[in-house]
């Protein structure tokens, strides 16, 4: 069939100009502004945060159900080898029911004739049995406790297994959040490897007592990396830090964000009357920091920042859940 001459005319020209536009700088896909790439930074460390808790929290329950699990299988080595004692005397009992009968031997004391005699025969007899019918009762009640303590420990080691699974889950959406995090913090040219080894800073503001001891060593983290799950000594997460600078004061933070804003419950504090030392709590508790005094605020940020002292500015201020005395 021969095409229209005006129709090959309009194809060609829809061909060109499809070319010329896919070829025009115009066409192409706008790369996003600093702005826009912090914007998103900002939204995708929030994700960040939660999902951090999530498996901070998942790791100590984990090691909580671990430790519940194992402190029980050292119970029943314990009581396995008590049951085996007693599993012995019970086989002896049986053992000698079996050759000599159960009550052998009292006929002996009838034949004697002496009415005392026999009494204290017939007495030492019964003494006999109800030794035999203890041993028996007792290996019978050590077996249904570790069967009991057994059950328990099948049952902890089952927590302790899924809460493994779910650390494995939360891992690896951390992994997939750290790799998005770090390209765009490559992008903008701030990203911080840290220093593990960092000295810090000296700690010279208002606070006084175990507050000053708390911020003293949360200062010489300074420089140090911000670590998913860090609890230190060369890198911390946000939680991991309040947690050891408080009990470089002798006061023991449950280890987790959530964990220690729970704890704290009858310890909160407005934030228009805070205090150096005090625990500051983000919307969502995701992260928090703590109080310095002046306005500041110690903290590890995120992926690819190290710990620092901030201005708690409008920003900061308009994140804050709330805070907790210790």
């Not at 790369?31 to 999530?54: F, G, I, Y």
């Not at 650390?167 to 593990?196: S, Y």
């Not at 939680?239 to 023991?252: F, M, V």
């Amino acid at each position: 069939m021969t095409v229209p001459t005006w129709l090959g005319r309009t194809a060609a020209a829809v061909t060109l100009t499809s070319a010329a536009l896919a070829s025009s700088p115009g066409a192409a896909v706008a790369e996003p502004s600093p702005a826009q790439t912090r914007a998103r930074l900002v939204k995708l460390n929030e994700r960040a945060d939660q999902v951090v808790e999530r498996f901070n929290q998942a790791t100590e329950t984990y090691k909580k159900a671990k430790r519940k699990y194992d402190a029980l299988d050292a119970e029943l080595g314990r009581k396995d080898a008590s049951a085996g004692a007693l599993r012995e005397d019970v086989v002896r009992v049986a053992v000698g029911d079996y050759q000599l009968g159960p009550f052998r031997g009292w006929e002996r004391f009838a034949g004697q004739g002496d009415p005392e005699a026999i009494m204290g025969g017939m007495a030492s007899l019964q003494e006999i049995a109800e030794a035999r019918a203890a041993k028996v009762r007792a290996y019978e009640a050590a077996t249904k406790e570790l069967r009991d303590r057994r059950d328990d420990a099948k049952r902890a080691l089952a927590e302790a297994e899924a809460a493994r699974d779910k650390v494995r889950d939360e891992q690896a959406k951390i992994e997939k959040l750290i790799a998005e995090q770090t390209k765009l913090l490559r992008g903008l040219g701030t990203f911080k490897t840290g220093n593990p080894n960092s000295p810090g800073i000296p700690y010279t503001g208002p606070a006084s007592g175990s507050a000053r001891t708390a911020l003293r060593f949360a200062f010489a983290q300074v420089g140090k990396p911000y670590r998913y799950g860090g609890t230190g000594p060369g890198s911390y997460d946000c939680s991991g830090l309040t947690q050891a600078a408080w009990r470089a004061a002798g006061i023991q933070l449950p280890r987790t964000t959530w964990t220690q804003w729970s704890w704290g419950a009858n310890r909160r504090v407005p934030l228009d009357r805070l205090q150096p030392g005090d625990l500051l709590f983000s919307k969502g508790l995701g992260h928090m920091g703590m109080y310095a005094g002046n306005g500041k605020m110690v903290h590890a940020p995120q992926t690819g920042d190290v710990i620092k002292v901030v201005n708690l500015d409008d920003y900061w201020r308009n994140r804050l859940a709330g805070a907790i005395r210790p």
